[in-house]
């Protein structure tokens, strides 16, 4: 097992440049060495086709069934033909029923995180009346539009305030503005030195809102992102990450 | 529906059972690339889909062990190599055409040699011994067998360690090598 171990570390790259220039020269001059190299060699190779072929197959799957040809289905009488159409909605509709009683969707998830923790926004401690605090107030008197131009105005004077970005993102949602939101969480997320972010959970949330194509598997990697990065909001994304 | 490089990049290192997802998404997102072979390359469409999905899989190898260094977009990245793999297999036809030498294609690790080094081993090397290693292969036992194929896949032993209930990456490393040692000895044997 020694030779296999050496030969090993040699394509695992852990040998130094010296080790390296003494494997390579007796591979050129001890024949039974070179053997075994070969067959090393040639069994990794043989291990790659076949996991090549394994992944072929699961690749190919959908393809195949495209490839399927079209077999038309044999004609019914009329009776017949109805029963099977009401069947057929019955459980469309029963699945439909269990579906959105279990599986909400990813839009009435973010709408509900939002009506529960973002109806009101927290008062900062201080409680002095400076434009982030007349802000909090506007929003929580569901002034919208006058706390983002607040908001607004702090980031425009301060563009490191993570409160007010966080803040106007929220407000944002409120309005159900996702786009603007997600500009908000997206430059929340990418500031450093934060004690916590929670730029890149929210930015889930308002992706979740926003629910266009594609938005769901975006949201799904960021709450990926926040649960093993042990980001803000991960208690909150674990569960959802499970339902979308 | 596209997805972006990022969220593919993202979902192939994020660990081995969300990188399974990605590996599809990856393939199917460039899969035209099999018909634009058999145009171009003048290639069948078997050949041209035995090239992309061997492209797919090594840019899913260089991906994951931070080989893809992003100064291109992934399809173009994509592209090349399958590009690459068409011409093998084009130089393979013509020369099993011609019947000058019975070639076999040079395994990627190959490359890892010098050439010299590579003058000694290429010539140890012929389709008898590889068909022997494949036949072997179903002999070596089902767990043995898939922890080899794992690591081919590029996981780490402790990933594997991981995946299949090992106590360490330690204890994956010894397995591996057994098994591999147990493969010589059938073949050689």
Redesign the interface.
Known sequence: METIEYIDSYFQQTMNEDERRVFEKKCEEDNAFAQEVAIYIMTRESLREELLQQKQAAWRIKNIIDELPFIPTLKKSLANRWITYVAAACLVLAASVYFFETNPSPKKLAENYIKTNYSNLSLTMDASRDSLQLGIDAYNNKEYDKALRLFNGIEKNDTQNSDAKKYAGITYMQKEEYDSALLQFDALSKMKGLFSNSGDFLKAVALMGRNKPGDRDKAKMLLQKVLSQKEEGSDKAEEWEKKL | ?L?QDS?IL??LK?GYK?R?AY??IL??QY?YFIDEGCRKQSINYDES??AY??A??SAIHNIINNHFDGRSSIKTYLYQIFSNKCIDLVRKNTTNKHQVHKTMPV????N???D??RT??ER??HNE??AK??TQ?GTIGKKCKEL??MF??GLTDKEIAQELSYNNAAVVKTTR??C??K??EK??E
């Open positions: 529906m997805h969220d993202f979902g994020a969300q399974t590996e599809k393939y199917n899969a889909f035995s999905s061997d797919v899989l395994p990627e690790m190959m890892q040699l010098p010299s080094t000694s081993i140890l090397m011994l590889k290693i494949r292969l080899l194929l081919e896949d090598l057994r591999l040692e493969l010589r073949v050689t």
